[in-house]
């Protein structure tokens, strides 16, 4: 006799479903988000910091940084 179900003590197989794939994204979202503004951070702040040494220092014509630069490294907290 050939049955949908199986054997008792088998487990059904997982399907892939849209469900399961949403499920998946949502939870891998925040670490893809967290390691791109590190990386982003990372990729600008030697940048943002000479920047804002140079206008510390009063030196003329420092060079000026992007605002989104800025705020990247200010939201990043290892940096």
């Known amino acids: 006799m050939i049955t949908d179900h199986p054997a008792p003590g088998r487990p059904e197989p997982v399907r892939m479903t849209g469900g399961l794939i949403a499920f998946v994204a949502l939870m ?3 670490a893809v988000l967290a390691t791109a503004i590190v990386l982003g951070a990372w990729a600008v702040s030697d940048e943002v910091y000479a920047a804002e040494r140079a206008a510390a220092s009063g ?9 989104w630069k800025t705020t990247l490294v200010g939201v990043c907290p290892i940096h």
């Open 59 to 67: 030196a003329p014509g420092a060079p000026d940084v992007a605002q």
């Open 28 to 30: 891998v979202a925040p």
